[in-house]
Every structure is written in C-alpha cells, then in structure tokens.
C-alpha cells in the first residue's frame, strides 16, 4: 500500500518541522500502512496467493512488460521536467520556507505540486515492481557526493544514478543464490541499511 504523501505532509506541517520531522512523519505512516497491508495479505486469498503478493511488496522486475515500461517511461518523463522546473525552489528550500517565501516562491503551492507529482512517480512505479525500499535515501546522498546540492545537476545525477542502482540490484537478485531470484527489496536493504548507519554515524559526529 503506497503511503499517502499528503498524510506525513500533514503530520509535518502540525509539527513545524523541517526535513527531520517530514522523514520521522513519513516513517511513522508508513509503519501503519505497512501493518494494514499485512493485516489484508494475511487475512485474504489462499497460502500461495499471500506468497506472490509478499514477494511483489519487497520488489520485483519479473512481471514488467513492455507496455507497463512505456508507461512508467511516460509518467518519469513527464515528473522529471516538472522537477527541473522548480529546481530553483528546491534549492530555495534548504534554507527554509520563509527565505523560499522571501524569494518570491509561493512555498505552499510548489510543495503541494511536488508532493503530487511524487505520488504520481510512486504510485506508478510501485504498481508495476512493488515496494522496493531504501533507493530513495541511497540515490540522493550517492549523487550530492559527487555533484554537490544544486538541484539542476541533482536531480539529473539521481535519475542516471538511479537507474543503474536498480539494474545492478537487479542483477545481483539473480545471482546471489542459485538457480533463485530474490526481490529486489532484500538487495537494496542490504545496501541500504549499511549506508544509513553511516549517515546518521556522520550526522551524529558533526552535530
């Protein structure tokens, strides 16, 4: 079940917080709708029927044909000029809303777009491969290493960076253990939770 971004959107602005609160809202929801999620595999359909959606909710490129691919192509296209459109006002955002809003940018509306899109981009995607988690904190911290916190060559380097990042998690699913291919989901944590650790590691020695 994707996680509604209008919910931790909500829970972020009760909170007037930052990035910090919006991630621990989102964290929160998600934990929710995971457990309803569960509640209705386990409750509905036979033993075999729970499996198959278990292993789709941990993420898996077996069943994507070529007219899903043309459609998820259409959907990230389309997102992603409309991201690089607002670049500027991402970049006007790590200082805060009052200094995006000292700028001219209409902070409200802007964000309600990107949340918006980014359902779109979510909602399409997960539709067709599944739940497949940690790529979104993994990707954006790997790019602004290599070319820094403008959002012109952020969101570009994401995309490329991304897209690689899948097909080699894709790859190892399949080699890892023989002659059986594990979700996506399960490479990507493998990643994913060492690479956290080392952020809040980082974050933790430089507050």
Not at 125 to 138: A, E, P, R, T, W
């Amino acid at each position: 079940m994707p996680l509604p971004p209008s919910f931790s959107w909500r829970c972020s602005r009760t909170a007037r917080a930052g990035a910090g609160k919006t991630i621990l809202a989102g964290v929160a929801a998600s934990q929710l709708f995971n457990a309803l999620t569960s509640y209705i595999v386990s409750t509905s359909g036979n033993a075999q029927q729970a499996r198959d959606v278990m292993f789709w909710l941990l993420g898996s490129f077996g069943g994507v044909r070529w007219p899903e691919f043309q459609l998820a192509l259409t959907v990230v296209v389309i997102g992603f000029v409309i991201c690089m459109y607002f670049a500027k006002a991402l970049d006007a955002f790590a200082f805060g809303d009052d200094a995006a809003a000292s700028l001219g940018i209409s902070v409200n509306a802007v964000r309600i777009i990107l949340f918006g899109v980014t359902a779109l981009l979510t909602a399409t995607i997960v539709s067709m491969v599944g739940s497949i988690g940690f790529v979104g904190l993994v990707v954006p911290h790997a790019a602004r290493f290599i070319v820094g916190q403008s959002h012109m060559r952020l969101l570009p380097t994401c995309l490329v960076t991304g897209a690689i990042f899948m097909v080699l998690a894709d790859i190892m699913s399949r080699i890892i253990l023989p002659q059986q291919v594990l979700p996506i989901g399960v490479v990507t944590a493998l990643v994913g939770v060492p690479f956290f650790s080392i952020i809040l590691y980082r974050s933790q020695r430089n507050s």
